[in-house]
């Protein structure tokens, strides 16, 4: 019998299929992590080769360092803030395995760009850059340094670089992406030509959420006390004095995320308590 459903309708079946086959987060033994609970990664993170991803982050990493010397914005060695921000992330790195595995494996690194703007970030395979504005014009704590730390390592343990490429790749090539992914193909390739926009990817405020709350969890585990997520959130919505800097700009409002916060501290107050009596 001919199928009597309109080309349109057979393909969004698919895109349907496609996304249960590989989008659907997975549960159960997830269900007792003590802490905050957001669920495991989307699989879609999983079409696009982690090694590959990693590797052009690597690179584009370096790029920015070697521009931030040449015009010699990169905190040598000996720099104190460089030193402080490295001891923030030498205790959070060591929790990061409870968000994914191969974080042990990674070659992270931390460095402190001398630069005005309010901004961080943590690319994927563990590459931290912090500009020394957020630092100087927060006058940030070493509690709230981990908050913001935390928050954008959490981007890279939990894969939303990846899983930004895979949909962003799904949406742009549609049904040609539906037979690559069913029987894989050349479904490499498509994904990770997007690997040259690292820089430019545009997280979901639901993956800003999710960030929030596995960072603040990260900084608990490490010692360092979450209700610092609350003041750091403050002292950026007063900063920003109504326009979001850079760092924000794809955030939930900051009335959101502070009510999010704050409902998940009991969740996370006994593993401070539990790290800094350690």
Not at 87 to 112: F, G, H, M, T, Y
């Amino acid at each position: 019998m001919k199928n009597s459903k309109p080309a349109g309708a057979r393909l969004w079946t698919r895109l349907a299929l496609c996304a249960v086959l590989v989008g659907v987060p997975a549960t159960g033994a997830w269900a007792q992590h003590e802490g905050v609970a957001v669920g495991k990664s989307s699989r879609l993170a999983s079409l696009v080769p982690a090694a590959e991803v990693e590797n052009a982050a690597a690179q584009q990493y370096n790029d920015i360092l070697q521009q931030a010397a040449s015009k010699r914005a990169l905190a040598q060695p000996d720099h104190p803030q460089l030193q402080r921000i490295r001891a923030v992330a030498q205790r959070l790195i060591a929790q990061a395995p409870q968000w994914n595995s191969r974080a042990v494996n990674w070659k992270w690194e931390v460095n402190l760009i001398g630069s005005n703007q309010v901004n961080a970030f943590c690319m994927p395979g563990g590459k931290i850059a912090i500009f020394s504005g957020i630092l100087d014009q927060l006058k940030l704590t070493d509690d709230e340094v981990a908050m913001v730390m935390g928050h954008e390592m959490a981007h890279a343990l939990r894969e939303h670089a990846r899983e930004r490429m895979a949909k962003g790749t799904l949406t742009n090539v549609g049904a040609n992406v539906l037979v690559q992914v069913l029987g894989l193909g050349q479904v490499g390739q498509a994904l990770t030509g997007y690997g040259a926009q690292l820089m430019s990817l545009k997280f979901s405020r639901s993956d800003e959420s999710e960030a929030d709350l596995v960072g603040m969890e990260l900084a608990a585990r490490a010692g360092y006390d979450p209700r610092a997520a609350i003041t750091l959130w403050k002292k950026m919505a007063q900063a920003s004095k109504g326009s979001p800097p850079q760092w924000m700009s794809t955030h939930p409002s900051g009335t959101t995320r502070i009510t999010d916060l704050q409902k998940n501290l009991s969740n996370v107050m006994p593993l401070y308590e539990r790290a800094k009596h350690a």
